[in-house]
Each structure stands twice: as C-alpha cells, then as structure tokens.
C-alpha cells in the first residue's frame, strides 16, 4: 500500500503560508502556565532549534507567565526571521496559577494587544488571536476591537481560540474582521471540533489544534504504538503525522521544554502514513 504525504504548509488568511508543524511555548513556563519552567538559556536553545529545523509559526499568548513565554520568544528570537510568523493570544487576565479570568472589553484587548507589542518587540503582531470571548461582552464589540487593531496595523490577522462551529459561523457571518485562524483542542482521539474543522475546511480557515498530543497520553495508545512500530517512530510521531493527513487546514504547534523532544515532534512531519494507518487511525474514536 503506498505511504501517502500531507501537504507541508498551510496558509493563514490565503496569504501567509507557515509550515504545518509549528512550535507552541506553554511548555516554556511553569505548572499551570504560571512563571517561568527551566532557564532561560535552555528557552533559548529550544526555541532557536525550532528555527533551525524549519518552524516558521511559533505560537504564544501574552497569559503564559504572564508575559513570560512572550519575552523568552524576544529574547530568543529578536529580531526575527522574515518568514517567522509569531502568534500570540489577549482575552484572559491571570491572577495564579490557577486562575484564568476571559477580559474581552475594548478597552482591555487594546491594552493587553500593546503589552504584547512591547514584549514581543513589533510594531505589528502577525496573528493575534482572542484567547476566549468572553460571554458578557457582545461578540460584536470583541470583534471591532480586533478589526481597530487590525487597521491600525497593530495586528496582520485575527483568530479565535475554544469557539464552537456556531459561534465562528456568527463571527464569520458580522463580518467585522477577516478570521484567518481557530486554536481548539483536538486530537486523534479528541474529535468534538469535528464540526468545527469542517467549517475551516469550507472557508479556508487554519485550525490549530491543542492538545494535539493529548496533554501526553496519546503515546499509551496501543493503536499509535502498533503503527509507530511499523514506521520506526514514536507513537508521539504518529499522532502528529495523522494530524497532518487528516486535513490540510490542521497545523499543529506542539509545545516542549525539550530540544530532543522538539526534534522528536518535528521529524514527524516526514512519516508517511499510508490509507491501512489512517483508517486504523480514524476509528479510534467516533465524533462526540
């Protein structure tokens, strides 16, 4: 049977073509995503090797530390490669580390989008994405504000995190400003974003899926492991590798503290898996 390869790049609003394995920086901070994880020397090898090994979408969110990963990714990678996209997130206000507050005022998205600015160290963030809407604020009001940004030339693109298919449908339907990108969590074995990703399919929306390794227990998976074995992978690879067969609009940004596990995720873009492995793959789970 003939090993099959996933298309390499995905495009965020038709024009900004990324590479379909990203790198995600939670793993950059401390439990709960609160202060920092390790040095930040080894932040630094982290991310420069995912340069290094042909990333061009690193995505970050201004919650992250907070304010940390954003500045390990300046530290690291400023000033940044020309085709590097750097993705970041506003919406959410952390007190702890156990404690995630969705702020989606006008006011609090313009201020949180600055803060970013400065950390990063742009006049213009590539992919800005609402962390959460929030539900006490009309979606409407979230989306002008991004939209204001936008024409500002403070924000090239605009993406949503953890919506429904109705509630991007509702933002793509205002029509306020351009969605070039959704972040919900999806994985081989987590498909409820099913619908979700079907709507990206249709209006050539990126999904960038979280927890695209299950928060680390894909690798358990006797299904992943049989055909990680057959390929000479990991397990870990596979998941990954079905990602990017599975749709050419899924561009997961897996997050590591780890080089050797950075280049362990990376390779997996290189595994072909053939029409035998994807059905096996696809009946792991049934839409919820």
Request: charged fraction near 25%; include cysteine.
């Amino acid at each position: 049977m003939t090993d099959t390869a996933a298309p390499s790049t995905v495009r965020l609003g038709s024009e900004l073509p990324v590479r379909r394995l990203g790198y995600g920086t939670v793993h950059l901070t401390g439990r709960g995503a609160w202060g920092p994880r390790g040095s930040d020397s080894n932040a630094t090898a982290v991310l420069r090797r995912a340069v290094e090994l042909g990333v061009t979408l690193v995505d970050t969110a201004d919650n992250y530390g907070p304010g940390v990963a954003e500045e390990r990714v300046a530290a690291a990678l400023h000033p940044y490669a020309e085709d590097l996209v750097v993705a970041t997130k506003g919406g959410v206000v952390r007190t702890s580390a156990e404690a995630w507050h969705v702020a989606g005022r006008p006011e609090q998205l313009r201020a949180m989008c600055e803060a970013s600015l400065r950390r990063l160290r742009v006049e213009r963030i590539d992919l800005y994405q609402l962390h959460r809407l929030d539900p006490d604020v009309a979606m409407a009001e979230q989306l002008g504000a991004l939209a204001e940004l936008r024409d500002a030339g403070k924000v090239g693109h605009v993406g949503l995190d953890s919506v429904t298919a109705e509630q991007l449908r509702a933002a793509l339907d205002l029509d306020i400003v351009p969605i070039a990108s959704v972040q919900n969590r999806y994985n081989v074995l987590d498909r409820v974003s099913e619908p979700l990703l079907e709507l990206c399919e249709e209006r050539g929306i990126a999904f960038l899926p979280w927890f695209p390794l299950g928060n680390g227990t894909l690798p358990d998976n006797p299904v992943c492991a049989e055909i990680a074995k057959a390929h000479g992978a990991t397990p870990s690879q596979i998941a990954l590798a079905w990602l990017l067969h599975h749709s050419p609009v899924l561009c997961p940004t897996p997050g590591t503290g780890s080089v050797a596990h950075l280049e362990e995720n990376i390779a997996a873009a290189d595994v072909r898996l053939t029409a035998d492995d994807l059905a096996r793959l696809d009946a792991l789970t049934d839409r919820r």
